[in-house]
């Protein structure tokens, strides 16, 4: 539970530097099957706890379904990590630890920490990704720390604290081993506690670096946060009369003056391409305003050689929208949701279709599309809904030229829930992986943009103060001038860190099925 606690809410992120050691302890004394079945009890406490927002989606069944499941797949992973890192052949784990020289203890936690990024690793791609609360996405909020993550991504803060966390468990154990001595612990700290400096040293370092902006190309941007419940999405019905209130509101916020304007995930009801209500409305708005607009909408194309209803493909898109009235430019989610925008194998299992609410599903975008403001010399890249998850994917969004990045997302699916701030949480890194501004439009939060340091700025609140209401906000948008720019280390090399991690534990699992062989070979000999 104290992973848990970590993240948001309540996100008490000290608390992350104290769990894996914890798990750990808890598996103490136990032989290899059970220390998976101790790290899996874990694993199952810290999902269900903090997915449980997955129970606000406004349908019966299903969401226990799906959080329960998810769960209990996700927690294998912390199973294993406590099964390579904590069993370790011949005795206990705090017995053979006190056995060993102090360059064998250090080893340990640095592998131990590498097998933890090496699961993220994994974990951020099987069956299509889930990388949600990762360890070191709980220290968002500490600035300092996280500007690693523009060299080796949110891996190398979750290195960071679960190599500290098992350092703490070393001196532990050496406390436990000399308990007259009370300085037994610092030769195990020694090490994480400098490099923390460091870390720390530097980033506070690059947080104090001016940013180079462009003072000729300020650009305003508008926000609009509809905030539509998740069932009047789904009915049909309610199109026209939220579509209304969306116009209505967008109306209020044009009093100010603006240069761009950003609509989240699912606010057009219709397809903006195909529906000519809609498509007029918007472009209409665009045109007598004289406004760019980044919108949410869903599109359709015919497939190549298709003529029916049937050879119809569907796809979650945004929209550029010039200030001519024009669509500039168009991108389709590449990255979908599973169970929730497409049902995985359902062509040649359909009773799979039963686990979910969805009737129909999305076709994945092929590539990523850059939107650019012409005459404004400003270009973005536009992610929908959690596709600013995925360190891996949102670095094939940059390019030399990227002044930011957008995320329309609607998180209206949990209610008011934790989701909302997890999910900003996570994005946090991606503006500092890429050192660019990410600017988050959400159906109902959390509205804000990060800067390239990764400080959340300008969160949207409803009258009530609330991050979850309907409103509106404009900001000026400082863009990094061209010349001083330069993509940064994970923009141009990806996960080098993290690869290495997963090198270094699978030859850390190779050495040990070779040692509990030989030891298993040593004892039939002596039987």
């Known amino acids: ?191 994480p506690a400098t490099a923390l400096s460091v870390v720390f040293a530097s980033g506070l370092r690059t947080l104090r670096e001016p940013t180079a902006t462009d003072g000729t190309r300020p650009l305003r941007v508008t926000f609009i946060q509809p905030s539509i419940p998740q069932t009047l999405i789904w009915d049909t019905n309610e199109n026209s009369n939220r579509f209304r209130r969306l116009l209505d509101l967008t109306a209020h916020a ?4 603006t240069d761009l304007v950003l609509w989240p995930e699912a606010a057009v009801p219709n397809m903006v391409r195909h529906d000519e209500p809609t498509r007029l409305a918007v472009t209409g708005l665009a045109r007598s305003n004289r406004i760019w607009m980044i919108i949410g909408s869903d599109d359709a194309a015919l497939r190549p050689g298709g003529t029916t209803e049937e050879d119809v493909d569907y796809f979650n898109a945004s929209f550029l929208i010039n200030p001519d009235g024009e669509i500039a430019a168009s991108y389709r989610k590449n ?107 959400c159906n109902n939060g959390l509205t804000c943009w990060v800067d390239g340091r990764g400080r959340i700025r300008d969160v949207l609140h409803d009258h009530e103060g609330r991050i979850y209401g309907a409103g509106f906000r404009t900001i000026e948008l400082p863009l990094v001038s061209r010349e001083e720019r330069s993509l940064t280390f994970y923009s141009r090399h990806g996960d080098r860190f993290g690869w290495a991690c997963v090198a270094l534990a699978a030859l850390h699992a190779a050495w040990r099925w070779r040692r509990n062989k030989a030891d298993g070979q040593r004892t039939a000999q002596d039987i």
Not at 411 to 437: C, I, K, M
């Open 1 to 191: 539970m104290c992973l848990a606690l970590a993240f948001p809410n309540p996100g008490v992120a000290g608390l992350a530097w104290l769990a894996p050691a914890l798990m750990l302890a808890s598996a103490v004394g136990a032989r290899s099957g059970e220390s998976f079945r101790v790290g899996y009890v874990a694993g199952l406490a810290h999902y269900l706890a903090s997915l449980l927002w997955l129970l606000q989606i406004p349908v019966a069944g299903f969401p226990i379904l799906g959080w329960v499941a998810l769960s209990a797949f996700l927690a294998l992973f912390l199973a294993t990590w406590v099964w390579l890192t904590g069993a370790m052949p011949g005795s206990s784990l705090l017995c053979r630890l006190s056995q060993e020289r102090w360059s064998h203890r250090c080893l340990w936690a640095l592998t131990g920490a590498a097998t933890w990024v090496a699961m993220e690793m994994i974990l951020a791609r099987v069956f299509g990704g889930f990388p949600w609360n990762f360890i070191g996405a709980s220290q968002y909020r500490l600035l300092p720390l996280i500007q690693i993550a523009s060299i080796t991504g949110v891996y190398g803060v979750s290195f960071l604290v679960v190599w500290f966390s098992l350092a703490l468990f070393n001196a532990a154990a050496a406390l436990c081993r000399q308990p007259t001595n009370r300085y037994a612990w610092v030769s195990d700290m020694i090490l």
């Open 254 to 257: 044009l009093t100010n003056e």
């Open 335 to 441: 990255h979908l949701v599973m169970f929730g925008e497409f049902v995985p194998l359902a062509r040649w299992l359909p009773f799979v279709k039963w686990f979910t609410p969805i009737t129909g599903g999305f076709t994945p975008g092929t590539k990523p599309i850059p939107f650019e403001l012409a005459g404004r010399q400003v270009k973005t890249a536009t992610l929908i809904c959690f596709e600013d998850v995925f360190p891996h994917l949102v670095r094939r969004y940059v390019e030399a030229d990227t002044d930011f990045l957008v995320n329309l997302t609607n998180d209206g699916w949990f209610g008011e829930s934790s989701a909302q701030v997890q999910h900003a949480a996570t994005a946090v890194f991606r503006a500092v992986e890429n050192g660019l501004p990410l600017l988050r439009c």
